[in-house]
């Protein structure tokens, strides 16, 4: 309903006197009459007109059949009759208009204007009169007691003659108007100057002989005047002035034309100067609130502000004033009706007052269910009755709210005071019975079930209702049959939920693809099943139901927890057949729980790492991209050049030995310098200092593997969805080897690239006997597998590494040959080779460059050789006696 509803603009307010406007009233009447006989004679000339408004009225009406919510429609359907002339269809219009919304007060006048205008005689007073009874009850408007007052003088023919009846009936109207706004700071004054007025007009109906009535009625106006006087409004000067003026006509001494006080009694002047200096306070806030131009939202603030203000004075009457000025300008805003009914609860205890306040909040504000709440407690509080608490109870159900729960919260306020009124009334009154509360809860189960499957409220309220079943009504298989339908329902929702669910599951994890059916709630639902059973003492029903449910799967630790929960109850209750019976069903439970545990987490864990790095690897290839892109737009030439020069044949010996060595080179050597004398460069221009790593001995240090690591396809075990990460981390191995002690640090071995365990890890210890001791620990369990344990040697393995190094420098190094490109500019041609050129040479020849590393077997250097362990060249002669002496 709340979308239908359209903010009811603020009621008109006249300027007018309220006893000159009697004119006025009569002349609309007079053209309401004129209108509608002149209709008939002009329907040829308007027939066009007549037909579109036709036309309206009939898309009015079907709108209204459709949607009887629809504020607006309402009030162009009551204009739309209202020119027409259509008087019945207008009186049906707005009866159906305010049985659904409140009227704003301008809807209020103009209704009983018509219907004054189409009075015949007194035979129609009373029912006109009803309309002003109903007009004032919904909005604050001091122009419409105006209108009333004046009715009621113009129309009471009791009134009128000034009867002692009519006078009576008159001041009791006053005396509404002025409890209802006399304190209305900026026009509650009209109503003062209305009520003097009619005072004054008894007193000129009194005759001259009658003395003592007279006096009488000159005290009763005094009086009135004192009282207006020690109000602050906003003409309490002007007031003051037409006192004095009144004043001085009975014969009392007074400077009628000036605003002293002088002549007038202390209480009178203490009371007016209070009562300016408290208007004086609150004109600035008047001011603010009369403010049309701005935005609602910044007038409803300066009334808060004001309201503020008031509500620290403590004056009750006023701040109620000003909540009714507030909540005419504002008559849908949800905060205001809030906070006025609360403030009203807590000052007021007329109960009478306030049950009207949350009958008119909740026509205004029918989509907010708090109110309801609210209002359901205060007629419990004022003693309603029955039939008068259960007629607001349906029509809250009646209303559309925003959430479900507030729905829930109105059926378990119905509960709760039913159960209040039949558990503390002492008999069974007004046809009160605990089946209306079974009634209650069954319509709240079937409405609410499917719309709060899953939630914390539904499983509160059948624990409510399983409780009054057993404790109120005395039925315990009713009770039994609340939690057994709530188990039953909880599973026919799993059930319609395995194909939604389990197709997004299976695609997102394709390893662990298990489906959570029971959620927190339904572990809480067999806990209070079972907390039940106990209370009252059934012990057998209460392991049934461990039986039942040990072996389900809830989320988080709740399985281990209804498990654990067994132990304890047979620990309590149970024999030592039961107790063992407990712990040999629930221990492969348990274990079974554990080992999906440890398997989820790696599970978790490989899909949160293999994201982050697919994001990486992304980065990465989009980096190179771009930097590629750069390099295509800035090089062009160059890219043709090296083009170009791959393109051609070079011929010579020399220049293509060069150009070899030299690519040689580049693809083998340059590289790892250049980056080397980069970095160096770069961390000495920072002035940063290398890291040296740490160095470990691995003399007192244990190897570690088979450690709990990451798996790329972990098994599938049954088992619950469990988000912990936890790995084989440094403060589990040094947990694992606590007992033994002497740990001094923990190195786990990780892969270069993907950065994730590999399952090894050195641990080194203080010294041999620590050392030993976790030694004994080998193919223990870690994180569920069995871990190996060896002592470290480094020596051996630095025998392996020298022995592989030396034969490499033996068959490798000194087989290659390398390669020196003298520093200069790019293209440079002057390329020494040093090394050992072996192609095409003798084996009894030694090749360029071969030194004996062995003292042993050095031999005199024959003549001509040259230093550095190399001969001369040989001659061709030379060559050829080789040969002949070969």
């Known amino acids: 309903m709340a979308e239908n509803l359209a903010p009811i603009g603020p009621p008109a307010r ?17 053209n309401l009459k004129n209108s509608t006989d002149s209709g008939a004679s002009d329907s040829d000339s308007d027939s066009g007109d007549e037909a579109a408004d036709n036309l309206q009225l009939q898309t009015l009406e079907a709108e209204l059949s459709t949607n009887p919510a629809n504020y607006d429609a309402h009030v162009q359907y009551i204009k739309a009759l209202r020119k027409q002339g259509e008087i019945e269809k207008l009186r049906k219009a707005r009866e159906a208009m305010n049985a659904l919304f409140p009227l704003s007060p301008a809807m209020w006048q103009e209704w009983a204007k018509d219907e004054t205008s189409l009075s015949t005689g007194n035979d129609s007073f009373p029912a006109i009169e009803k309309v002003y009874e109903r007009g004032v009850l919904d909005y604050l408007s001091v122009s419409l007691w105006c209108d009333y ?34 304190l209305h700071v900026s026009e509650g004054s009209k109503i003062w100057v209305a009520y003097i007025k009619f005072e004054q007009a008894v007193l000129h109906a009194i005759a001259e002989t009658n003395i003592e009535s007279r006096e009488k009625q000159v005290q009763r106006i005094r009086n009135i005047f004192h009282r207006q006087l020690s109000v602050p409004l906003a003409d309490l000067k002007q007031t003051l002035l037409t006192y004095k003026a009144w004043e001085a006509e009975q014969g009392t001494i007074l400077d009628v034309h000036s605003s002293n006080l002088d002549g007038i009694s202390s209480h009178v002047a203490s009371a007016y100067q209070k009562a300016l200096e408290m208007f004086n306070a609150r004109a600035n806030f008047e001011e603010q609130v009369s403010k049309q131009d701005l935005p609602d939202s910044d007038r409803l603030q300066q009334f808060m502000n004001y309201l503020s203000f008031e509500q620290s004075t403590g004056d009750p009457a006023r701040v109620q004033i000003l909540y009714e000025r507030a909540i005419t300008e504002f008559p849908i805003s949800t905060e205001l009706w809030l906070e006025y009914t609360r403030y009203l609860d807590k000052t007021l205890k007329a109960t009478r007052i306030v049950r009207n306040l949350y009958h008119r909040a909740s026509r205004n504000c029918s989509w907010v269910g708090e109110l309801w709440v609210q209002y359901l407690l205060s007629l419990e509080r004022g003693h309603a009755s029955e039939k008068e608490i259960s007629d607001v109870y349906e029509k809250a159900l009646q209303c559309t709210f925003s959430s479900f729960d507030e729905y829930l919260n109105i059926f378990l306020t119905r509960v709760d005071g039913l159960r209040r009124r039949i558990s503390f009334a002492g008999e069974v009154t007004d046809g009160l019975d605990y089946a209306l509360i079974r009634d209650t809860f069954q319509r709240a189960s079937g409405y609410l079930s499917q719309q709060l499957k899953n939630t914390e409220s539904l499983l509160q309220m059948h624990r409510y209702w399983a409780r009054l079943e057993s404790n109120l009504a005395n039925d315990f298989v009713a009770a039994r049959g609340v939690w057994e339908s709530l188990l039953k329902s909880r599973l026919r929702i799993s059930a319609n939920s395995i194909c939604k669910i389990g197709i997004v599951l299976i695609s997102v994890f394709p390893y662990n693809c298990y489906l959570i059916f029971c959620s927190g709630s339904m572990l809480e639902a067999w806990q209070g099943y079972i907390a039940m059973e106990i209370e009252k003492g059934h012990i057998n029903e209460a392991r049934s139901l461990y039986r039942r449910c040990y072996s389900k799967r809830f989320p988080g630790m709740g399985s281990e927890d209804i498990c654990h929960s067994w132990i304890r109850f047979e620990r309590e209750f149970g024999t030592l057949e039961d107790f063992d019976h407990a712990v040999q069903k629930v221990t492969p439970r ?24 697919n994001a990486l690897n992304k980065n990465a290839r989009e980096k190179r991209k771009a930097v590629s892109e750069v390099i295509d737009e800035q090089y062009p030439a160059k890219r043709q050049k090296d083009t170009s020069q791959k393109s051609k044949k070079v011929f010579g010996k020399d220049k293509a030995q060069v150009k070899s060595s030299v690519e040689t080179n580049k693809m083998e050597n340059p590289t790892v310098q250049a980056s080397k004398t980069d970095s160096a460069s770069d961390n000495k221009a920072k002035g940063l200092k290398p890291e040296i790593s740490k160095q470990y001995n ?93 002592r470290s040697d480094p020596k051996q393995s630095k025998k392996r590494g020298s022995a592989g190094h030396g034969t490499s420098t033996e068959h490798g190094h000194d087989s290659k040959a390398s390669v020196h490109i003298s520093e200069g500019t790019r ?60």
């Open 698 to 790: 691995d003399q007192c240090t244990a190897f570690l593997s088979n450690l709990s690591m990451l798996s790329a396809s972990p098994p599938i075990l049954l088992g619950l969805l469990y988000w912990l990460l936890h790995l084989a981390t440094d403060e589990d191995l040094r947990n694992f080897f606590s007992d033994n002690g002497g740990v001094e640090s923990i190195r786990i071995l990780k892969d270069k690239y993907t950065k994730k365990s590999r399952g090894l890890a050195y641990v080194d210890f203080s010294d041999d006997a620590h050392l030993s001791a976790a030694l004994e620990k080998n193919r223990q369990l870690l994180l569920g597998k069995r871990v190996s344990i060896a």
């Open 590 to 613: 348990l274990e079974e729980l554990r080992l999906f545990r440890l398997h989820q987490e790696s599970t978790t864990v490989v899909a949160f790492a293999d994201q982050k790095e």
């Open 14 to 30: 006249p300027d007018q006197i309220v006893n000159g406007n009697e004119d006025e009233t009569m002349s609309e009447a007079q």
């Open 827 to 886: 293209g440079d041609d002057n390329v020494q080779l040093k090394g050992k050129n072996t192609f095409a040479v003798p084996r009894n020849v030694r090749p360029l460059g071969w030194t004996s590393k062995d003292k042993s077997t050095l031999k005199p250097k024959p003549e001509g050789a040259v230093e550095g362990g190399d001969e001369a060249p040989k001659s061709n002669d030379e060559f050829r006696k080789m040969l002949f002496k070969s």
């Open 149 to 182: 007052i004046n009715f009621v003088q113009e129309y009471d023919p009791s009134v009128r003659e000034c009867s002692p009846a009519g006078t009576s009936k008159a001041r009791n109207l006053f005396e509404r108007a002025l409890t209802a706004a006399g």
